[in-house]
């Protein structure tokens, strides 16, 4: 049976006077201050996948907009963005 260490994470040096610069380290969290921990625990939350830091980067961009307009719509999956917006055509701008 193994057990579970904890949590880890890797990360690029990237202070050019480290002897270990630009290269890959690993971090235990639990070797870390207690600042630092919850620090990963808040991340770990929210930004855990791309998808979920995608999410916080267009609503970070979107509230800091204002008096523009904003569209949206499918970039990879074609049958859904036709499906979702049937009457979608293109039309001269006047």
Same mark, same amino acid.
């Given at each position: 049976m193994t057990t579970c260490k904890g949590w880890r994470y890797?990360? +690029?040096d990237i202070d050019p006077n480290s002897p270990s610069y630009n290269k890959i380290k690993l971090q235990w969290v639990k070797d870390l201050p207690a600042a630092?921990? %919850? =620090?990963f625990a808040n991340w770990f939350t929210?930004? +855990?996948s791309r998808k979920n830091a995608a999410k916080f980067a267009i609503g970070t961009a979107v509230n =800091?907009?204002?008096?523009k307009r904003l569209g949206?719509?499918?970039? =990879?999956?074609?049958?859904?963005?036709? %499906?979702?917006?049937?009457?979608?055509r293109r039309r001269?701008?006047?």
């Open positions: 890797y990360y +690029r630092k921990q %919850t =620090n929210y930004h +855990r =800091n907009m204002s008096g949206y719509g499918a970039i =990879n999956d074609i049958a859904i963005a036709s %499906t979702a917006f049937p009457t979608l001269k701008l006047s």
